[in-house]
Nanobody
Framework: QVQLVESGGGLVQAGGSLRISCAAS????????MGWFRQAPGKEREFVAA????????AYADSVKGRFTISRDNAKKMVYLQMNSLKPEDTAVYYC???????????????????WGQGTQVTVSS
């Protein structure tokens, strides 16, 4: 069993930057695809970014491509999301997610995670 804990959320002005982190405990995450999702008030949870087990492949939602960067440190069991040029529409609770295997799909719209963190709030003011 893996437990995921997000941190680093907060309030930032539009155009600013923020890095959120996901710390894993329990089993290793080094063999699994990891991802970030977000959920804004009144909206469904949506995919943001994902990274393959070794970090060589990444995927991003079109809405964050070029602004967000996902990374991981398997030795530390950490996953990060660097968010630059933040916009008010990026305001949401951000969730870390662990995949069930090393599988890295072409389309993450149907990707199923088997572990989720509790989320960290990111608020971008205009």
């Amino acid at each position: 069993q893996v437990q995921l804990v997000e941190s680093g959320g907060g309030l930032v002005q539009a155009g600013g930057s923020l890095r959120i982190s996901c710390a894993a405990s329990g089993r290793t995450i080094s063999s699994y695809t990891m991802g970030w999702f977000r959920q804004a008030p009144g909206k469904e949870r949506e995919f943001v970014a994902a990274i393959s087990w070794g970090g060589s492949s990444t995927a991003y939602a079109d809405s964050v491509k070029g602004r967000f960067t996902i990374s991981r440190d398997n030795a530390k069991k950490m996953v990060y999301l660097q968010m630059n040029s933040l916009k008010p529409e990026d305001t949401a609770v951000y969730y870390c997610a662990k995949g069930g295997s090393f599988y890295f799909p072409h389309d993450f719209s149907q990707w199923q995670a088997d572990s989720w963190g509790q989320g960290t709030q990111v608020t971008v003011s205009s």
